[in-house]
């Protein structure tokens, strides 16, 4: 891959385009209004500069006090590639503020444009910094797994997405909600996890681990890979989202979502409008 940092030194237009992708993504998130496509300027192929956008935004969001509590991964169920036509998973960053807890309430207004999907989140217990991890250093350095719902949002209006807009957005990072039983990793075979994802009682998505690259540690593999190459390899402490179990569900208003996962029990996300 690419060192874009190298590329945009003897390439000043791609560092210019990078930073207009920075500062229309920037607007948007502060205003509340989603923008056009980035991909205006980055291309719809050109993955490095994604990420280095990515990047940016994450530097400055952590120059603002948001402390980096991990990773997720985006684009791992075929449901979800095939709604919006990308084939190729992705990753974003995880910062504190976005993280809550088991039934804990989550402001509807922080969103613009909000999803939902169960997942299952990797609480990791060493660092995994081979450029080639497999699946037995992710076993080995997973302390637990947690049922999870992330809320995904995009900044891009009507989640019109490439892959370069996705990535520019940080994955189409919104909040993640955490169960609070861990579970350890011995005995399970996520593959074979089913899923349930029901909001105010009814079901509306469902989905099995196999789904997430046919397992979600295949999937934590994929990242480690990733980001051990981009010389930002992943820590012990870190939380990884592992990526969609089955197809997102659209956020109309308040709501209940809870998640059910065959052997590692529930998880709800609470999302309520702000009282005033």
Known sequence: MTDTTDATEHDPGLSARIDAAVARL???AASGAPCAPVREFLGRDDIDAAYETQRRLAAARS?????VVGAKIGLTAPAVQQQFDVFRPDFGVLFDDMTYAHAEPVPLERFLQPRVEG???????RDIDRPGAGVADVLRATDFVLPAVEIVDSRIAGWDLAITDTVADNASSGAIVLGTT?????????????????RDGEPVSFGAGH?????????VAWLARELAARGRPLRAGDVVMSGALGPMVSVGGPGRYRLALDGLGEVEAVIEKETT
Do not use: W
């Open 119 to 125: 997942e299952i989140a990797f609480v990791l217990g």
């Open 63 to 67: 120059a603002a006090g948001a402390r």
């Open 211 to 219: 789904a997430c690259l046919g397992s979600p540690v295949v999937a």
């Open 182 to 198: 861990p579970y350890p990793l011995s005995g399970l075979d996520l593959s074979r996890v089913g899923m349930v994802l029901q």
């Open 26 to 28: 920037t607007a948007a």
